[in-house]
Every structure is written in C-alpha cells, then in structure tokens.
C-alpha cells in the first residue's frame, strides 16, 4: 500500500475497504444458496425511477410502475427518486412480499449537495481544503439518507487538462496528487465511519478510467494513452478513493486503448480487482454495458453481456443487457454460475454493510426529512464551502474588496439574476427557489444607503445586443460596477463540451461596452470550467472566478466583493490562453528543444525551439494560481540534508509571513523535480499542500517530509520505485512562482 506524505507531515494511511465479517458472509451465503437463477440476475439490474427533468431539477414522481418488478426480485434497487414515503413503500415490498425479501438500493447523482446545493466540485477543488470538502459531502449524505438514498454516484475524480470537456466541472481538475487528496476526503464525507450509519451513504467512484482524457475535449469519444500515463496522472485518484474504502466503483462510457471500460480486463480485472483488491460493486455508467454495441466490440446484447460479465461489471445501470441475456448465457455454459454469483455476493454485501438487512427503512425517515433538511448548520457549511472557492485572478490597485456604503452599484450581466443558475448542471434535487442571486447577495450585504442598479445587459449566449443600451445607462449612473458573466448550467456538465471556450454569446462585447464608461469595474465569473479570458485579463482591473457556487452563491461571492471574506481559492486546473494551447498543464516534460524567450521576439521568428509563432507558450493563470486581499512572503527555505539514501527522509521547511493588512489564508505548494530518470520526468510535481491562516504580521513554518515513496514513479521498465539522482524541492503560492532547493538521492 502507499502512502502520501502531506504538508503537514501527516501520513495518511488509506483504510482498506471493508471485508466481509464472518457473519455477514454466512448470512450472504446462506441466501446466495436459495436464490434462483431469475432471483440472481434480478439483483444484477438497476432502473431509473419515473422523473422528469424540469430545468435543472429532476421532479420525481412517485409511480407504481415498479411495484411488481420489485415484488418479483427483478431489481435491485432504482435511482434518482427520493422521499422518506414513497422510498419505505418500495422497500416494504421487497421484504414483504417478494420471496426472498431483499432489500433495494436507493442510488442517486448526489454530486454536489443534495437540497442544499454545495458548490461543483471543480470549484470545492479550488479551496483546497479537505476538511470543508469532507464536510460539505457529509452535509449531502446528511441530506440525501434521509429521504431513502443510501448510495451516490460519487465522488467523480477523474483528471482532465481539457478544459473543453464539458464533465471537467464534476471532478478535481488536472492535478493527481491533489485530485486523490480530495477523492479521499469525499468518500470520508459520504461514508464516514460506518455504511451502516443512516446518515451515511456508500460512495461510488467514478469514472473508472481515465474519462477526463477523451479525443479533443468532446464527451463520449476515445481515450488513448501509454500505461504510463494512465498510471502516473489517471489512475492515482481512483486509488487513493478505494483504499479510503469507496464502497463501489462505475466503469465509464470511453473505449480506453481499444476496449471500452466496461469491457476492459485490463482496467476492471487487472487493476482494480487484482492490484488494488476490490472486491465490491462495480456498476456500469448508464446503459454501458448496451453501448458495447455501436462501440463496435459487440456484436449484440449476448456479447455485450457475456464481455461486461467477464470483465466483472456487478450492475448494469438501465440497459436491461444483464436482464435479457444473463438467463440464457448462463443454461448455455458461457457465462459460469460462479461469475453470476461473485456479482450477486458483491451486490448482497453491500446491501448488508448499508445496514438494509438489518432495517431496510433506516434511510427513509420522515422525522428526519422534515427536520435534517436545509437546517442552518448545512446551508452555512455551503456558504463556507463556496466562500473558500473563489479564486480572485486579478485586482489592480486594490480594487477589491468595495465598501459596503458605496453611493451606487450597477449589477450588470446574465447571470447577476439567475438563481436556478447558481445549482450547475449536476444539481437534480436542488430547487432553484433556494438559490441566492449574486444580486441578491449584494442587495444583502450593502448599507441600506447604497443603490443597487440590475441590469441584464444581454443574454447568455445568443448575439442580441439591444440591452446593451440599459446596461450602459445603469452604468453611467453608478460609481462601480460588478458585471457577471459566464456559463450558464446548460453550457457546461455531461454531453456539454465546447470547442471554444470564451464568454458565450456577446458577452465580451458587453464588457467592452461597459469598459468604455472607464468606471471601476470587477468582472465576476461563473463558470463550470476554465475560460479564455484574454482580453478581460489585459483590460480588466479586478476578476473573481467564483466557478458555480450552488445555494449560497451569492452570499458567497458577496462577501468576497465587500471583504467580509478574503478569498483564498488557487486554480486547481491552469487557464489556457486560448484554445490552441490545450492540453496544457503545470507538470509537463521539459523536452529537448524547451523555449522560454519571448515569442513575439522578431530574432526569434525562426528558431528551432519549442514553442508557437502567435502565442506564449505560458498559460494565461497556471495551476495553483490565486490571489489575496493581503500579501503573502516566502523565506527561509531550509533543508535538513543536501544528501539522502532511500531509507531516510528528507525535511524542509519554509516561512510564511502575511505582510499586508488584513487576515488570510495562504495555500502553500510543495512540488518535486527529479532532474534525470530512466523515462523523462515532469518539470515540477504536486507533492504536498498547506492551507494556512495568518493574521497581518503573522508567520508560520510549514513543513514537508520528503521519503523515498514521495519521489518514487514509474521507471523506464514500468516498476514502481525511485532512482538516485538531483532532484528540487520547490515551495510558493503557485506552481510558477516558488522557491527551489536541491538535494541528492544516492
Ligand atoms: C450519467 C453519468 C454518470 C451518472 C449516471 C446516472 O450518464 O455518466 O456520471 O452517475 O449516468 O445518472
């Protein structure tokens, strides 16, 4: 097993996942012998309930359509419905009156908040600070086994450096060390001690493998990539979720190397039963198992049966492959009896840890969903949550924060006024009427002398420009202004890719047009993603990412503009300049032709060096970047020994001083440079992070303990392990602007 070595010398040793006790394993078995072959494959197949879409919340309806199917054990369980009744209805079936009375599984896309709508992951990620995302996934179990959920299909932790890939918002971004740090403290939010707990949920990781790698950004396509890359960047977060104990995993949509995961060996056998030893659940992405067929690696539903059961996929998510083919394929000798049964003892083991044996009705529990619903201690974990996300990329002369007595505020821009807009796109349960505006929030935070001027300004993405005109003449009247632009929920999340990835619509021409009134002006972004925001970065005296911030969005960012709150979100993905830089990313090789001049340089209009004829190669905001009401200084880089062997450690330290005027908080950076390997190696590596609060005046030493585990990769012969040699400790506030020391590793 691994470790990671954190900032604060902390080990963090993952716990491994729960294995069954004697006595569940009897009980699982003793059933397992009475089953029938229809009863087995009924435990295989997993069904939407009836819903509807209604905008960006799924109304669920409570139906009897199912009442049979679960009266004659055919399925296992249904997703995306909810409510303490209509949850205890079904499960009273099912122990009632089907023969062998299993209990079903509640399962639901709880990804970021359930009725309190925490911030989208991307922008949690942008805190870094895993105890308020360890809080934040427990508010959401809070909430979601309350009304009959035990199960969410979460955390998604996987890795993109594209930001065009519209699901880029649902994961942790581009980084391994820290996706894998925020994968850990997600499953520890959703299943904290015990599945068992009601006020647990089990954790499903996703989506296993390497989804946030697709062919130029857009969903759904192909992901090719060496072993070494799936190993190094890919594959560390999902890890890191299992050996916290993720009670389940979802194979992904993407052919992965030729093989679509749900019929990848190599993936779902090799590594993750084999190397990792899982041995729970594994359930497809919906209807994964059916796509097998337009994949081209099915011929029809028995193939596609027969290849997802022989790569051991437990549950297909509604396909009804498992449903129709299972039957036949087993009287047939193809597929063995004990392939269905590990796949059903997976299924009952779980359903035993959820404590669904023991009271199926424990997570349907009206008290609770009148009273553990939206209470103060959840809304105001979201609000510390989205306050935390905010990353401020830009503040000229110190714009920011703006007093809460300015005479007049115009609030300008599509989303200023869109509260259903602030629960993103993967919010099914959150209700728009619970969402605070930016406007509102602002409306909130200011003296009841300030006059708050709103005005649209234009649409979110089509090229009608006539409320330019209101929105210029609000402007005129005010003495600053907040314009908030972005995505909308719809332009970003599953099937949501952009080829182009600026403000949409005439969004930067409104800016233009508000620029020109030459008032103070802060642009606030909303966003599921990184944008190229060139022409706001040279032009624009103060910006906030503040990314889509769920219920409390506007209080949130609220607090930002008036200094209520001093951000202290850093990227944790790097914001290209434009489209043609992407994939870009902080931990890249060196190459042998690297070009750090200036690329507009007219004696370097030919010269045979890595880099492009109409942009720098740099990134326009890189990994780790964000900035502060205050100042933070780095000094004092120490390190205990120039020289290491393998079994010692190496220690540095360094201060951090808050050398301006107010309190914030700094996160700091540690990254790793192995300078010679037997396989090239990145130029800086994430290795360890510290978030710290310092008074002005303040400092604080902060550590990191350097083992021969944190320096190790994967060598030229694909073994795990490290190589002597120099290597650079590297330490600051972003992963382009550190201290560096060398040591040597004999
Ligand atoms: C979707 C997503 C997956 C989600 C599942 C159930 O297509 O890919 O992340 O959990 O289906 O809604």
Not at 159 to 169: E, F, I, S
Not at 184 to 203: C, H, M, N, P, Y
């Amino acid at each position: 097993m691994r470790k990671f070595i954190i900032a604060v010398s902390t080990l963090v040793f993952a716990c491994t996942g729960s294995g069954p006790s004697n006595e569940k394993s009897t009980k699982v078995e003793d059933l397992l012998s009475k089953m029938t072959l229809e009863e087995k494959v009924g435990q295989l197949n997993f069904l939407i309930g009836d819903g509807f879409n209604t905008g960006p919340t799924l109304m669920t309806r409570e139906s009897n359509n199912f009442d049979v199917l679960v009266k004659e054990g055919k399925i296992t369980g249904l997703f995306n419905v909810y409510g303490a009744k209509y949850t205890a209805r079904l499960q009273k079936i099912a122990v009632e009156q089907s023969r062998l009375k299993i209990p079903l599984l509640f399962g639901a896309d709880v990804i970021h908040g359930f009725k309190t709508v925490a911030p989208i992951p991307l922008a949690e990620a942008a805190s870094w600070d895993l105890a308020e995302i360890e809080r934040s996934a427990q508010v959401a179990a809070e909430e979601s086994s309350a009304v009959g959920i035990n199960w969410t299909f979460a955390p998604m932790v996987d890795v993109c450096r594209d930001p065009r890939w519209g699901r880029v918002l649902e994961g942790a971004g581009e980084d391994p060390f820290l996706a894998s740090r925020i994968a850990e403290a997600r499953v520890r939010g959703f299943q904290g001690k015990s599945l068992a707990d009601a006020r647990t949920i089990a954790a499903c990781v996703k989506h296993f493998a390497a989804y946030g790698a697709p062919l130029a950004g857009r969903d759904y396509t192909e992901v090719d990539m060496s072993e070494r890359q799936l190993r190094e960047v890919y594959l560390p977060p999902y890890e890191a979720a299992i050996k916290q104990g993720a009670a389940t995993v979802m194979n992904a949509f993407n052919d992965f190397n030729g093989i679509p995961a749900t019929a990848n060996k190599f993936l779902l056998q090799q590594v993750l039963r084999k190397e990792w030893k899982f041995n729970g659940v594994v359930v497809s992405d919906w209807q994964s198992i059916g796509e097998l067929i337009p994949h081209g690696i099915a011929a029809d539903s028995a193939q596609a049966a027969q290849l997802a059961m022989d790569a051991s996929v437990d549950v297909d998510m509604m396909a009804n492959v498992y449903a129709s083919q299972l039957i036949r394929l087993i009287q047939a000798g193809s597929i063995k009896q004990s392939q269905l049964d590990d796949a059903v003892r997976r299924v009952l083991q779980l359903k035993f840890d959820l404590g669904l044996f023991d009271d199926p009705y424990r997570y349907s529990n009206e008290e609770r969903e009148k009273k553990e619903m939206r209470t103060d201690a959840q809304v105001n974990s979201a609000l510390s949550m989205a306050k935390k996300s905010i990353v401020l990329l830009k503040n000229e002369n110190e714009l920011l924060p703006f007093s809460k007595d300015e005479s007049t505020l115009a609030v300008i821009g599509p989303l200023a006024n869109a509260p259903a807009e602030m629960n993103g796109s993967w919010s099914f349960f959150g209700e728009p009427q619970h969402a605070v505006s930016i406007l509102d929030g602002i409306r909130k935070k200011v003296s009841p002398k300030t006059s708050v001027l709103f005005a649209e300004g234009c649409n979110l993405y089509d090229d009608a420009t006539d409320k330019f005109a209101q929105a210029k003449a609000i402007a005129q009247r005010a003495s600053k202004l907040i314009v908030v632009l972005g995505e909308s929920a719809v332009m970003n999340g599953e099937g949501a890719s952009r080829s182009s990835i600026g403000l949409p619509g005439v969004q930067l021409d409104l800016l233009k047009a508000l620029a020109e009134t030459k008032k103070p002006l802060v642009v606030v972004l909303v966003s599921g993603r990184p944008l190229t925001l060139e022409w706001v970065d040279q032009h624009m005296p103060a910006i906030l990412e503040t990314w889509t911030l769920g219920s409390e969005a506007g209080n949130a960012v609220a607090e930002v503009l008036f200094g209520d709150y001093n951000p202290s979100g850093k990227l944790p993905i790097t914001f290209p300049r434009n489209e043609g830089q992407i994939p870009i990313y902080y931990s890249h090789k060196h190459g042998g032709r690297p070009y750090e001049g200036d690329y507009q340089d007219p004696l370097n209009v030919r010269i045979y060096k890595s880099k492009y004829r109409d942009v720098r190669n740099e990134p326009l905001y890189p990994f780790g970047y964000g900035l502060s009401y205050t100042k933070f200084e780095y000094s004092n880089l120490i390190i205990d020994k120039e020289k290491m062997s393998t079994d010692e450690s190496v220690e540095v330290s360094v201060t951090v001083k808050n050398v301006g005027k107010v309190a914030g908080e700094e996160v700091v950076q540690w990254y790793i440079r192995d300078w010679v390997g037997s396989v090239t190696r990145p130029v800086k590596e994430l290795k360890g992070f510290e978030k710290i609060l310092l008074q002005p005046g303040e400092s604080k030493t902060v550590k990191l303990n350097i083992t021969s585990e944190v320096l190790s990769f994967y060598r030229a012969d694909m073994s795990w392990g490290v190589e002597p040699g120099k290597f650079s400790v590297m330490v600051g506030t972003n992963s382009a602007n550190v201290l560096a020391k060398d040591f040597v590793l004999n």
